[in-house]
């Protein structure tokens, strides 16, 4: 490798806005470690950088690489015709303002290509939404003998074997339909597709582009058709499409800094290549942690020969490879294996650990492309889960229960919003089993599961007791209205921060108890738990650490608040439905009037920030 070292003269990135979020700040240490091993062999490369719309693609350059960058805007690239349809499902219930399911909808807009034998691409927005995807595509294929080897589904947890086999299909022509979640977003070769389906907004309109740039990439014509959901920013992109079409103000955020990630990248770079006593690595004091590492006996500083403490090295002593505990996807690489026990004893996947107790849990339906297991036994010890092959028409959804703890305040607006660093603890607490094609509530049961936690920082905003005390709505409506709220909130927090739904977490709780709060994680099921009197709304990064969302959310809090406003005034539905304050089953029927009257006498001012350029009210 010295050769390469010595004589490297370009580093290229392509897909630049993808390297946000945890991805981004993991990259942004991997080029650290590649310029510091650059400078010992006398090389200084130069950074070209490509990326998709993206507001800050060069502010994210720089952050990402430490360099300065010029920065060229205009596309001169050649672009073949490509349709680009937006399709909102029907309104079945319009007292409720419930929408036909964005998955039948999906599969029906999927099935009328797959009749005019045209090769698609289906992204969907979760691994769940994947496989029942793929399920009903294989049932719809069943008609024809083998037609169902035709479709297929492309998710992370596959085994690299499967993946492969699949991509190959794909660029051979075998495989007619593959039902994906972002793992084929970009960067591997799947050859020309005709159309891609997309079931839900990827959050991002940068993601939206990429995802319909899979197809038509070396045809003539092509399609890209996005389903909407019934969620807010899903609504608001099919009823404004200038927002998506004419520009993207869009910012992409990383934290390179996060401790958890920094550390594991000093242990990597310490083992390439020693560290000098005054070197500098990241913005934390790196000998101030090279002498934390030093007393668990990962790095020894060893005096230099000329006697100068400047010229001292801190170098590796442990026995471990320290870059095989670093997963550059998430903040921990604790992954759990799925056994299949059916017949043979063999390995179908495996989860990350943060899905894990969500998606393996005890009777949990585990789904590789379109088969259903059931999960017997899950070894949280020793990080596997036992699952044996069934025949139902159910599957499951899990209900998650979760307590924060204001453990600092960093800053503070006018007591109402504020900024700091919380204790969360989260549990699975139980699951549903929902039917296939109607959606229907068919069981549920109770688990006992260890519990997750993680200190991470967060935005909260208290509502004064005085408020909700002197709000005409009893205790019920009360609690309805600010369950509602969270839910507008935490819509609005993701088209302001460009982050992925599952980057922040939403808690709801008494400000009584010294900021701890119980809820059941999306569903916020535990009505009980939530104070009517005295509640207190979190959003938090969902990443030990924090990985630099609740910051920027916390300097925009009143811009977060009017647009939340709006998002929830400018709804056409009259009572509430799930494109404002959530499905009327997570929600009572005053929770829309409730939030906006909540809203009307919080303060109008004093709050942080303001940004008029997103989300615009309901004009």
């Given at each position: ?17 993808t ?32 990326s ?15 360099e ?8 001169g690239a ?15 219930n319009r ?5 036909r ?19 698609i ?41 499967r ?9 051979d ?27 839900g ?22 399609a ?35 401790l ?6 000093i ?8 560290f ?35 010229d ?11 870059a095989d ?6 903040v ?104 296939f094609?109607?959606?229907e ?7 006992d599961?260890?519990?997750?936690q ?17 709000l ?34 939403i ?6 108890t ?45 811009d ?42 919080l ?17």
């Amino acid at each position: 490798w010295i050769k390469l070292f010595e004589n490297l003269k370009y580093i290229v990135i392509d897909e630049l806005h993808t390297y946000r979020g945890v991805f981004g700040s993991h990259l942004a240490n991997v080029l650290r470690r590649l310029r510091r091993i650059c400078r010992h062999y006398g090389s200084s490369p130069v950074f070209v950088c490509c990326s998709a719309t993206i507001a800050n693609p060069s502010d994210l350059a720089e952050h990402l690489t430490g360099e300065r960058f010029e920065l060229v805007e205009r596309s001169g690239a050649p672009r073949a015709e490509k349709l680009f349809v937006f399709v909102n499902p029907p309104v079945v219930n319009r007292q409720l303002g419930i929408r036909r399911s964005y998955l039948a909808e999906a599969r029906r807009v999927s099935l009328e290509f797959l009749k005019r034998d045209l090769q698609i691409i289906v992204f969907a927005e979760s691994r769940l939404a994947t496989e029942i995807l793929t399920r009903y595509l294989k049932d719809a294929a069943d008609s024809a003998p083998g037609a169902s080897d035709s479709v297929r589904g492309y998710r992370g947890g596959y085994l690299p074997k499967r993946r492969r086999e699949i991509e190959k299909g794909l660029r051979d022509g075998e495989v007619r339909a593959v039902v994906a979640t972002s793992a084929l977003e970009l960067g591997i070769d799947i050859g020309a597709l005709d159309v891609a389906v997309l079931a839900g907004y990827p959050g991002t309109i940068a993601a939206t582009w990429q995802r319909a740039g899979r197809a038509g990439r070396r045809a003539g014509r092509s399609a890209a058709v996005l389903v909407a959901t019934s969620a807010p920013l899903d609504q608001f992109i099919v009823r404004n499409p200038s927002y998506f079409f004419d520009s993207s103000p869009e910012h992409a955020l990383i934290n390179p800094d996060n401790l958890h990630i920094l550390l594991d990248h000093i242990k990597c770079a310490a083992f390439e290549l020693p560290f000098r006593s005054d070197e500098r690595f990241g913005g934390e004091d790196l000998q101030q942690i090279l002498g934390v590492l030093s007393e668990e006996g990962f790095v020894h500083l060893a005096a230099a020969d000329s006697g100068s403490p400047s010229d001292a090295r801190w170098h590796w002593t442990s026995e471990s490879y320290p870059a095989d505990a670093v997963s550059l996807r998430s903040v921990s690489s604790d992954n759990f294996v799925v056994v299949d026990t059916t017949d043979v004893t063999k390995v179908i996947g495996e989860t990350d650990f943060t899905s894990a107790l969500t998606t393996l849990h005890p009777k949990a339906i585990y789904i590789v492309e379109g088969k259903l297991f059931q999960v017997d036994k899950l070894d949280f010890d020793g990080r596997k889960a036992y699952v044996r092959e069934v025949e139902c028409d159910y599957y499951t959804d899990a209900i998650t229960y979760s307590r924060v703890t204001v453990l600092d305040c960093f800053a503070d607006a006018g007591g109402v919003v504020a900024h700091g660093e919380v204790h969360v603890v989260s549990r699975t607490v139980g699951f549903k089993k929902i039917k296939f094609y109607t959606n229907e509530n068919v069981g549920s049961g109770e688990l006992d599961l260890p519990e997750h936690q993680m200190h991470t920082t967060s935005l909260w905003l208290t509502i004064p007791r005085e408020l909700m005390t002197g709000l005409p709505f009893d205790r019920d409506d009360r609690r309805d209205g600010v369950v509602g709220l969270a839910f507008a909130m935490g819509q609005v927090a993701q088209l302001l921060l460009m982050c992925d739904r599952h980057d922040i977490g939403i808690s709801i709780g008494s400000a009584e108890t010294s900021g701890e709060t119980k809820s059941l994680g999306r569903r916020f099921a535990s009505s009980e738990a939530i104070d009517a009197d005295h509640p207190r709304i979190f959003v938090y990064d969902n990443y030990p650490g924090g990985i630099g969302f609740s910051e920027p959310l916390f300097r925009m809090a009143q811009d977060l608040l009017g647009k939340t406003r709006d998002l929830i005034g400018g709804c056409p539905c009259e009572s509430g439905c799930p494109s404002c304050v959530g499905p009327l089953g997570e929600t009572g029927p005053r929770a829309k009037a409730v939030a906006l009257d909540i809203l009307s006498r919080l303060p109008a001012t004093g709050f942080p920030g303001a940004r008029d350029d997103v989300f615009p009210g309901p004009e």
